[in-house]
């Protein structure tokens, strides 16, 4: 059965013997770790299981720590003696990787097996174990999936822990943002304390739904560490009544400590909040193949056929004059819940017209995109289509004459090497960042020589 949870942050500092007494500048974050150590100790779970940023992680698979016992220490922070020695529940982390391997989700036992303990999980349990020991230890890692699969991987650790008459609580491991002070890790950026807003407002009423509609360009700007993990927890308590208990906040060195205990209730079906959002994904991407953009409506049916047929489509009829006569380079570029799932295109026209270019680079982008696997069949609903029509591309002398909004970027050298980056993309705010992101897309160190060009398109999204 499911007994509780909690969300907690893993400052190093926090221990004793590492702050050295800079932890007392930190008192909120002290006195609610002991807060949250009572709590733990007054539900006497039998099972602990951490959602950790720092255990191994992969692009495309949640890792479940397996092995029977994992090993850590402070060493790395000159406090060696503080050391820790764990039990795994390997009834758990079996069933959890049989489960996901009959659902065909990707997490489970299958790769990694580090044996060392992360900060993420011995900063809690350094607290933890002063008030209650007698409970073994599930650790999951994170992953560069989108944040609907981590929230639906919480939705399986909860069915898994409701059919279990064992007692099990979640420990939700992670800071927030990372830039909120000028002398701070990473300096200050405005999305810092805007994120801790947001965050412990979610986290603070159980509306776990939001957590599923951050930007990945905010969240990269935030410099947050823990919301995947958050996420986690979001779907660990899907469909559940909760009381949260808001205990601090601060972000007194420039990273931001969080804390909330959830008490939870009996099952409600209106906090339905992974189906709600797909239902707003699926209205909006259902739009596609009957949209009133031929280029969109073009891509998206070549999509469609593909996937689901591993078929070309014919040109369709009623296409605008320009798209059957005109040539140019075309970028298909595919998102799914805000993440790029793949993006393909040519710098110059390759067919004998738009809608052939369309068609060829849709087909690409959704099977050959190297960076990911084929689209499959049940993403379908999910998608985000644009289409970016390239305008004749233009020398320029130096990067004065580029605008990351109104300038995609060639890089080139003399042996045939070149990168290209479309403009006004999320994330991508400075000149210099949007030619770095070419010349690595093109295998172009910055020290070469390397010319420049510029073009502008016409997005179609």
């Known amino acids: 059965m499911l007994i509780g949870a909690v969300m907690v942050p893993h400052p190093p500092i926090a221990v004793a013997e590492i702050g050295r007494g800079e932890e007392k500048k930190i008192q909120p974050t002290l006195d609610s770790f002991s807060a949250v150590s009572e709590y733990i100790a007054e539900q006497k779970p039998d099972t602990i299981i951490v959602t950790t940023p720092h255990a191994v992680m992969y692009r495309d698979w949640f890792n479940v720590s397996k092995g029977s016992e994992a090993y850590g220490d402070f060493s790395r922070y000159r406090a060696k003696n503080v050391s820790f020695h764990v039990t795994y529940d390997e009834d758990f982390t079996d069933r959890l990787s049989a489960r996901c391997q009959e659902e065909g989700f990707p997490a489970g036992t299958a790769y ?17 174990r002063q008030k209650y020991e007698d409970f073994k230890l599930v650790r999951i890692g994170l992953s560069g999936l989108p944040l609907p699969l981590h929230y639906r991987l919480g939705m399986l650790i909860q069915k898994l822990c409701m059919e279990d008459e064992k007692r099990y609580l979640i420990v939700a491991s992670g800071d927030l943002s990372h830039c909120e002070l000028a002398d701070g890790p990473y300096g200050y950026q405005p999305e810092g304390p805007e994120y801790d807003r947001r965050l412990m407002a979610d986290m603070g009423s159980g509306s776990f739904g939001n957590l599923l509609r951050y930007e990945p360009a905010f969240l990269e ?11 986690i927890l979001g779907g660990i308590l899907d469909r559940l009544q909760v ?6 906040h601060e972000a ?10 959830y008490q939870i209730g009996n099952h409600d079906d209106s906090r339905a909040f992974l189906d709600e959002y797909e239902a707003e994904v699926k209205a909006s991407s259902g739009k596609l193949a009957e949209g009133e953009d031929p280029y969109i409506r073009l891509a998206y049916q070549t999509i469609q056929e593909w996937v689901s047929h591993h078929k070309r489509i014919t040109i369709p009829e009623n296409l605008p004059a320009e798209m059957l006569k005109n040539q140019a380079g075309v970028f298909v570029s595919i998102h799914e819940y805000g993440e790029l799932r793949g993006c393909i295109g040519t710098i110059s026209s390759t067919c004998s017209s738009i809608a052939k270019e369309i068609i060829q680079n849709a087909v690409s982008a959704c099977s050959r995109d190297p960076r990911f696997d084929p689209v499959r069949i049940d993403e379908l609903p999910f998608l985000e289509i644009s289409v970016d029509v390239l305008k004749e591309a233009e020398e320029i002398p130096d990067a004065s004459m580029l605008d990351v909004k109104r ?28 030619i770095s992101i070419a010349l690595r897309k093109g295998g172009i160190s910055e020290a070469e020589p390397y010319t420049l060009e510029r073009f502008e398109v016409i997005r179609h999204e």
């Open 252 to 261: 007194t060195f420039g990273v931001g400590y969080g804390f909330v205990i």
């Open 243 to 248: 009381t949260p208990n808001v205990l601090s």
């Open 407 to 434: 300038y995609g970027v060639i890089v080139s050298t003399d042996d045939g090497r070149r990168g290209l980056l479309l403009p006004n993309l999320d994330g991508v705010d400075t000149i210099q960042e949007q």
């Open 112 to 128: 990694d097996n580090d044996p060392l303990l992360d900060q993420g999980t011995m900063v809690p349990l350094y607290f933890i």
């Open 221 to 231: 700007k935030a410099q947050e560490c823990g919301h995947r993990s958050f996420t």
